[in-house]
Structures are given as structure tokens and as C-alpha cells.
């Protein structure tokens, strides 16, 4: 039901983001393409995805339920995947897809990195366990041309890329999940320079890697304590004499994710290399564990298009009351709720996954020549940073989130027989409970999307007023429809961050009652305490993270009507920010109905905003962007 012989070229939604990727910003950081070349890298880019997308929609999806019920094997500390896993993974490395986005230099072609996301979401049609295993060749490429030059990874790069070898992060312990700070693993130097690692790792994605990225305490506990004391080492499976210098101890047992090597790791002794300075591993950690994120996004986003493409096959073939289920009004609007839903996390992906192509391709730029390094490609450098920094927890708990209830939904949609093996829905929703969880809780990734929003706004209040103003006098002047529906969303977002703030600073409120607008500022920073509870903003930055994220796939989608080059691509993008926003803009209404009727007892009274609001709009330097 639903087949299809290519998985890119099915979908005219996903055909639009690629054709319509910035290539041109893009290119300017990858020099390994000459102008004479650069014409035709869409071209090529496109070639590569569609031949990739036929190998996985005839090949591969046919087999996808039967991998899902096999299992990878430990037998005296060797790992062997499982049979269909391994197969599928050669064959992609036959066609190039582990070498799309590596740089040629070492074997690769030299494709940005959206390429390997749009693989990623191609292979979670199949079966997420797929994907995920992908995921790990595509991010181990990515960190080892990102260290290459601390250590010599070209040899390493070039089996990467041709599908031979992989890596691993290695940063959970049974005492550290969430928060890194318990780790206990502990790095010491020896004679050589090198260092030794001794510890243990466990719900290791992909254990088995020749290659482990290992989180690991070097520094004293009493002068760099909790993070601080963190260093990231690059700890080699194999030694150079061929022994053995992990122990695979074990695998785990899960409800879902057979397929997939997640394994327990014993470091004992174990030779490592340092990558970057002492005390850096966090930091650097961060890096990695960004992309992880955009990468598992992709694939709940794989995973929403299949859960939609089955459900609306079904309701089309499916007759009850004389007309296919898919025209009884509820059905309608479950397709319609998923349809959207898709198209917008679509949107919001792309526009993340530019900012971290863009953030990577100029660290590398840097790096490679240090000449270059000047004030303007810092400030390019700084923008797409803070860009990804923003979107990726966005986009990791929209997307994931949203995968969890389609493929529920999705289930409903077909009744009885979506509880039935026959359709796959039930290991596609089995295996959605986990992306939550994965790379970083649904919970971490909104706490920090509130730290980094209410960061901004302590550290210019007075541009926070300004804009509540705006978004107030623009709700009145704008004519636009979408646009006044997209103001709606960004004044429930104010609403929220005002509510936050106002508890955070509930002891400054009568000295900011009698504090002009003029001296706001000064006595914002004076009246702020850091350490101050954030208890309000803590137990809703869930709700406050669905608004963010509703919010920010709004403005892309209206972002995208101008960057369509037809009118026939323009109308189609305003129909989709259309349904969109119709959907949202009363989602977003109800979180925030919800959130005042929960704190209704709790929040201080909104009295000085008001007079604020009335000097803003007094000044007549100040103006309104509309």
C-alpha cells in the first residue's frame, strides 16, 4: 500500500527545500568546488539523492519489517550486526552514500551536509534502526574532518567514507545520563604524551565502532569540578600492535531498536589521544552532539512522512458509510493536522540544517587557513552558530515529539488493523518512543531553549518592551492574514517571557513600578539575580517550547513564499504557511490559556507593564517595525 519506486523523488515537498537550499552562500565555503564546477553541484547533488532514493524505496523497504525483528550478536567481545543491517549498509556504501558529504580529499564528494540528512530521512522510511545506523558514519565523517589536524584522521576518514569503519560518542555512564557533570570515566596522562583512559560507558549507539569519541574526567576534581574537568579524547577500538583496546561487555536489551548495537564499554587503561585543550570536553561535545540532534530530527521527520504516507493511503482505499474514510470530516482533518505538521518540521529542518553546513564549512575554513580568519567571516561565523544554537533544540523536540503523536495518530486512523504487523505502523511507533529520550531528553532541549531566550532578554530588557510593543500596534495595523496570524503566535510568546520574567524578578517589581522607562535598563541588571529561582519558567519550559517552535516554523514558512522562484512554487508555499498557521496559531492560544489557568494563583500582578508600554510608545525616536 503506498509504494513507490523512489523515495526523493515522491516528494515534491522535500524536491523544493533542496532545489531551493541557499547553494550559492554555501558554495563560498567549500572550495573544493572551482567556479567552473559550482553550476552544476545542484545538479549533481540531485543525481546522487534520486539514485540513493531508488536503491532505498526498491531494495530496501520491502525488507524493512523483517530488519526490524533481528538483532545484533556479542560472541567472546566481537560484535556482529545484524544480517539485514549489514547488508544494506554495503550497499549504500556501493553507491557513495557514506562519501556524500566528506570532503574529496579523502574519497568523498564533497556535498553539503544536507545531503546526508536527506539520505537520513529516505532510510527512516524504511525502518528508523536504518537510519540511525547511517547517522553514525554521516556524524563520524563530520567529526573527524573537524579534529583532522589535532590528530592525522585521513586514513580514518578515507574507510569512513568508503563504508568500512564508523564511530561512536561515548558519553553516557549508568550515574551520567543527562547530566555529564557525575561522570566518573578518568583520563590520565602517561609517558609518552598520549593518555590512558579507565571506565565505563553504557547505552553506547554503535559500540562497536573502530573509532570512540570518549568523554572522560583529566583534570583535578577539586580545582575544575562538575564540567569543568571534562577533556574529549579520541580512544581507537584497536591499538596500533592489533589488540584489542575497548572490551564490548555487554548489549542491551530495549523495546524497540533491535537492530541496532547499543552496547555496554569497558575502558581499561585504554590508549587515548587528546582532542583540543584540558578542561575543552564539554564544549567540544557540544559540538558533536548538535549535529547528533539535527541528525535524529531527520530522522523523526523520515519517520512522520512514512506514518503519513500509510495512513493516507489506507484512508483512501478504506470505505465505511458509503465513502472513503478519508473524506469522513475527522479523518480529514487527522490528515490534514499530520500533513502540515510534516511539511512544517520540513521547513524548520532545512533552515537549521544551512546554519550548521554554514557554521561548519567556515570553522573549517578557518582552521585550513588561518589567514583568513578576519572580522567579517567571525561575524558570518558568530551569526550561523547562534542560528543553530537556537533551532536545534527546536527542531529536535518539535520533530521527535511530533513522530511520537503521528504514529499514534496514524495507528487510529487505520483502527484494528493498524494494531496488526501487516501495515508497520506499531514498530514505527515503538521506535519513536526513543528519539525523545535520544541525544538529548525532550526535557533538556526545552530547558534550553528557555536559558537561551531569557538570556537575551536580561541582557537587553528594553529591547524585549520594544518589541511587546510592536507585536501590540502591528496586531492592530497589519492587513496581511498570515501575518496577523503569526503576530497571534509572537504574543503568546511575549506573554510567557513576561510572565517568566516577572516571577524571576517578583522582589523588583514596586522599585521597577516607580522606574522610568529611560532607567529601566540599568535597574533591570541591578534588580537581577542570577541565582534567583526560575521555578515558573523550569516547570513550563515545555509549553514555552512548543510556542518557540510553532512560532519559528511560522516565520520560516512565510520566509519561504518569498524565496519560491514560480508563481506556482509561491502560491504552494503560502497555501502550506496558510494550513500551517491555522493549525498553530490557535495550538499555540490554547498552551498559553492552559498556562494561565495553571498559574492563576502564582503570578505576580502584571502592574508596571502597562506604564512601560505607555513611555515606549511616547518616545519619539522610537519606532515601530511593521
Known amino acids: 500500500m503506498g509504494s513507490s519506486d523512489n523515495f526523493f ?58 530488519l526490524s525483528e533481528q538483532n545484533p550478536t556479542l560472541s567472546n567481545g566481537k560484535v556482529q550486526q545484524a544480517p539485514l543491517m549489514e547488508k544494506m549498509l ?44 547511517f547517522a553514525y558514519y554521516f556524524g563520524s565523517l563530520k567529526i573527524c574532518e573537524q579534529f583532522h589536524g589535532v590528530r ?28 555529564l557533570s557525575q561522570i566518573r570515566t578518568r583520563a590520565t596522562p602517561t609517558a609518552d604524551a598520549n593518555w590512558q583512559i579507565r571506565g565505563q560507558k553504557t547505552w553506547i549507539t554503535c559500540g562497536h565502532g573502530q573509532h570512540h569519541f570518549v568523554l572522560a574526567r583529566s583534570c583535578d576534581e577539586q580545582t575544575a569540578p562538575g564540567l569543568r574537568g571534562l577533556s574529549l579524547f579520541y580512544v ?14 555487554s548489549l542491551e536489551k530495549k523495546i524497540g531498536h ?15 589521544y587528546l ?127 511530533e513522530f511520537v503523536r503521528m504514529s499514534r495518530m496514524a495507528i487510529q486512523i487505520l483502527g484494528g488493523v493498524g494494531y496488526m504487523k501487516e501495515y508497520g505502523l506499531g514498530r514505527f511507533h515503538q521506535d519513536s518512543l526513543l528519539l525523545p529520550i535520544y541525544e538529548g531528553t525532550s526535557q533538556i532541549q526545552s530547558l534550553m531553549v528557555l536559558k537561551d531566550r ?10 524585549f518592551v520594544q518589541e511587546m510593543a510592536r507585536v501590540q500596534y502591528s496586531l492592530i495595523s497589519e492587513l496581511d492574514p498570515l501575518q496577523r496570524k503569526l503576530l497571534r503566535m509572537r504574543h503568546v510568546y511575549t506573554q510567557f517571557v513576561q510572565a ?68 506556482e512554487d509561491q502560491d504552494q508555499r503560502r497555501a502550506i504557511a496558510t494550513r500551517f498557521l491555522h493549525f498553530y496559531e490557535v495550538r499555540s492560544r490554547n498552551i498559553l490559556e492552559e498556562f494561565k489557568n495553571d498559574t492563576k494563583s502564582s503570578l505576580s500582578p502584571i502592574t508596571f507593564v502597562p506604564k512601560i508600554l505607555s513611555q515606549a510608545s511616547s518616545l519619539k525616536r522610537f519606532r515601530f517595525k511593521t
Open 9 to 66: 523523488t515522491d516528494d515534491k515537498d522535500l524536491i523544493f527545500h533542496v532545489q531551493h537550499y541557499p547553494w550559492s552562500e554555501l558554495l563560498k565555503f567549500m572550495p573544493s568546488w572551482s567556479k567552473e564546477d559550482a553550476s552544476s553541484l545542484p545538479a549533481d547533488a540531485y543525481a546522487v539523492l534520486e539514485s540513493i532514493g531508488t536503491l532505498i524505496a526498491k531494495e530496501f523497504d520491502p525488507l524493512g519489517p523483517e
Open 258 to 272: 533491535h537492530p541496532v548495537v547499543t552496547a555496554a564499554i569497558h575502558y581499561d587503561d585504554s590508549t587515548a
Open 275 to 401: 582532542l583540543g585543550k584540558e578542561g575543552e570536553g564539554f564544549s567540544l561535545m557540544l559540538h558533536l552532539m548538535n549535529h547528533a540532534r539535527i541528525s535524529t530530527a531527520s530522522m523523526a521527520l523520515g519517520g512522520c512522512e512514512k506514518v503519513l504516507r500509510t495512513a493516507t493511503a489506507y484512508a483512501k482505499e478504506r470505505q465505511t458509510m458509503g465513502q472513503p474514510i478519508a473524506e469522513h470530516p475527522m479523518i480529514a482533518d487527522y490528515l490534514q493536522d499530520m500533513t502540515v505538521t510534516t511539511q512544517g518540521l520540513r521547513a524548520m529542518l532545512f533552515e537549521c540544517i544551512f546554519h550548521e553546513d554554514m557554521e561548519f564549512r567556515i570553522r573549517l575554513q578557518i582552521k585550513n587557513s588561518p589567514d583568513a580568519k578576519n572580522a567579517e567571516l567571525n561575524k558570518a561565523l558568530n551569526h550561523h552558530a547562534w542560528q543553530a544554537r537556537l533551532l536545534t533544540p527546536l527542531v529536535k523536540y518539535f520533530a521527535t515529539e
Open 454 to 463: 531569557l538570556k537575551k532578554v536580561f541582557r537587553a530588557p528594553t529591547l
Open 500 to 567: 517568566f520574567i516577572l516571577e524571576a524578578l517578583s522582589d523588583q517589581m514596586k522599585a521597577l513600578a516607580r522606574t522610568s522607562f529611560m532607567n529601566l535598563s540599568t535597574a533591570w541588571k541591578e534588580g537581577w539575580d542570577p541565582k534567583k529561582s526560575l521555578n515558573l519558567g523550569l516547570k513550563h519550559a515545555e509549553r514555552f517550547t512548543k510556542v518557540v517552535s510553532y512560532l519559528s516554523t511560522g516565520e520560516i514558512l512565510l520566509k519561504r513564499i518569498d524565496q519560491a522562484s514560480t508563481k
Open 236 to 249: 581507537p577500538a584497536a591499538r596500533a600492535d592489533g589488540t584489542r583496546n575497548i572490551e564490548v561487555t
Open 90 to 133: 554495503s550497499a549504500l556504501a556501493e553507491l557513495g552514500a557514506m562519501s556524500a558529504t566528506g570532503s574529496p580529499d579523502w574519497g568523498g564528494m564533497g556535498l553539503p551536509l544536507m545531503i546526508g540528512h536527506v539520505i537520513l530521512q529516505q532510510l527512516a522510511r524504511v525502518d528508523i534502526t536504518l537510519a540511525n545506523v
Open 152 to 179: 592525522d584522521f585521513s586514513a580514518i576518514i578515507a574507510k569512513i567514507a568508503a563504508g568500512q569503519e564508523l564511530g561512536a560518542m561515548a558519553l553516557t555512564e549508568p550515574q551520567a545520563g543527562s547530566d
